[in-house]
């Protein structure tokens, strides 16, 4: 079945950039998701990415596709300590009832 | 942009109470609603799809009579746990998107449930 992979810890210092990985296997993924969760809270969309971008920015936020290598990431630009969260990559497809395959989440840590 | 309410956001109840669990579309009309459950340090786990006036489709393993889903308009569904115990405490999130196939989920704020 499908499946997204992150690395599960990431720790920066203040104002330098982060970068989260995520791989994922679905070739017919349609749409990549990054979503942040802090303690004890929902999750919040960041941005998404459709499967035939190669990047999208917005504001720190850079997210680059390799959908050769189905390989996607976050890069958060001059990451601050509110940036402090879980981050989940996800992907859905148009067949699968656009459920969401969830990767594990990776837990971003900031030091001032 | 898009936003989900999720009511409570915290309830601590005995053993064999029913607990019921709204999550609403507040500026958008969300014809599919998701069901999440979510374990400690752990991913989401998908519980059930409900589409508006139409029955929830269930996850492989997920008792349909313990997580009674409802979704009978396209602002609320309701996730009622029925005869609670213990092992059902843990953190349940409701997303919500609309019918366009490019709008993604937004998900409410979640609720922690504890069971005494």
């Known amino acids: 079945g499908e499946d997204v992979e992150q690395s599960l810890f990431l720790s920066v210092r203040e104002g330098d950039s982060s970068v989260i990985n995520c791989t994922y296997t679905d070739s017919s993924s349609t749409y990549l998701y990054w979503y942040k969760q802090e303690p004890g809270a929902g999750l919040q969309l960041l941005t998404y990415?459709?499967?035939n971008m190669d990047m999208k920015q917005d504001q720190r936020l850079t997210v680059l596709l390799n959908k050769k290598d189905k390989h996607l990431s976050l890069r958060i630009a001059d990451t601050q300590t509110g940036d402090s969260a879980i981050y989940f990559c996800?992907?859905?497809?148009?067949?699968?009832?656009?459920?969401?395959?969830w990767g594990l989440g990776t837990s971003l840590a900031v030091n001032p | 942009g898009a936003v989900v309410s999720q009511h409570p956001s915290w309830v601590i109840c005995k053993s064999g109470t029913s607990v019921k669990i709204e999550c609403r579309s507040l500026d958008f009309q969300a014809t599919t609603m998701f069901w999440y459950r979510q374990f400690p340090k752990q991913s989401l786990m998908l519980m059930a799809t409900s589409n508006e006036g139409s029955k929830a489709t269930y996850e492989q393993g997920v008792e349909k009579d313990k997580f009674l889903i409802n979704h009978a308009s396209l602002t609320l569904s309701t996730l009622t746990v029925t005869s609670a115990h213990p092992e059902d405490s843990s953190f349940y999130i409701c997303s919500a998107s609309t019918r366009r196939s490019n709008q993604p989920q937004h998900f409410g704020d979640g609720t922690r449930l504890s069971i005494l």
């Open positions: 990415i459709f499967s």
């Open positions: 996800a992907e859905s497809n148009a067949g699968n009832n656009r459920k969401l395959i």
